[in-house]
């Protein structure tokens, strides 16, 4: 049984060879960032499994990678790199990660949020720029959050933010229960949170699920922070309700288009909070990450 980590690139390659057992498989390296597609079956020859942190792996490649059976993809949203039922008519699995970081983006979630209420990327660029720019800001205790969506991460955001004195509203795809939480229909959500955080898995019901539709149904100024999926939201909608101020300002650290461009109308807009997909990005995330992805080929190995 032989592996390929394929792009082990930001200090992935390091967590790797720390959480890395006596006895579980050997993998091959590729300490990389960008792996284009073309050359999967030549990095890939020979391997039973791969794991993907970042790589793009579409179905025409993949059907070139003879012997390939399993991709272990570090974190749940591989449906943004891959089509998985295209990929098991191939004869590959695909495995995803969960609950890895679920502190970790839940509090990236909450740094983002407090940073908007409060303007402080606005004033942080203003005064690198030698302006003294001082904003009004948003006092959150006492005001509402609304989460879409109620996992694991959802669940933390939830813990942190009933302890920071905020109500805290909930709309789930399956009916669900917690302390402190209150369980409401979609609409409610939207109509009564001063922040909309986005908690959702990304898959193909879920894909433009805020919608200019539900959008429009957001309170007047509401703060939305996304940092799940992207592709969760219509990025026009998104943008043409922050410049009208329906969207008071957004949080975002996912992106359609990864690295962002310089020029995206994201980065031309003073009402953004923008950070580089990097909510997961924690030491202790990170090696629970590695490590859960090793137990899962440590298991492939062993029903082989």
């Known amino acids: 049984m032989q592996g390929v980590f394929i792009d082990a690139s930001d200090a992935l390659g390091d967590v790797y060879r720390k959480v890395r057992r006596a006895g579980d498989p050997p993998i091959v390296l590729y300490e990389e960032d960008h792996v284009p597609a073309e050359s999967l079956p030549r990095l890939l020859d020979g391997a039973d499994f791969v794991i993907d942190d970042h790589t793009p792996m579409p179905t025409e490649a993949m059907r070139r990678c003879r012997g390939l059976r399993h991709i272990i993809f570090l974190g749940t949203g591989a449906r943004s790199y891959m089509h998985p039922e ?34 402080l990327a606005r004033m942080d660029r203003g005064m690198r720029q030698g302006e003294w720019l001082r904003t009004e800001g948003m006092e959150l205790t006492g005001k509402t959050i609304g989460l879409i969506g109620f996992g694991g991460i959802g669940a933390e955001v ?14 789930n795809r399956t009916p669900k229960s917690a302390p402190a939480v209150s369980f409401v229909p979609l609409e409610t959500l939207l109509a009564e949170s001063h922040v909309v955080s986005l908690h959702l898995l990304l898959i193909d019901e879920t894909r433009g699920f805020l919608d200019s539709a539900r959008i429009a149904r957001l309170r007047p100024g509401a703060i939305l922070v996304n940092t799940a999926r992207a592709a969760l939201v219509d990025e026009q909608a998104m943008l ?3 410049e009208a101020g329906k969207i008071g300002h957004a949080a975002l650290d996912v992106f359609a288009s990864e690295p962002l461009p310089a ?3 994201l980065t031309r807009l003073e009402n953004v909070t923008l950070s580089a997909h990097s909510g997961f990005r924690t030491p202790e995330a990170s090696e629970k990450l590695i490590r859960s ?7 492939i190995a062993a029903e082989a």
Request: aromatic share 4%.
């Open 240 to 242: 043409e309700a922050l």
């Open 86 to 119: 295209e990929l098991a008519g191939l004869g590959i699995q695909v495995h995803i990660i969960k609950g890895y970081g679920d502190t970790a983006v839940a509090e990236h979630t909450i740094a983002l949020m407090w940073a908007a209420a409060r303007g």
């Open 293 to 299: 992805g090793l137990d899962i080929a440590c298991r």
């Open 158 to 171: 939830a813990r942190i933010a009933a302890g920071s004195g905020m109500r805290v509203l909930a709309w």
């Open 263 to 265: 020029d995206h109308p």
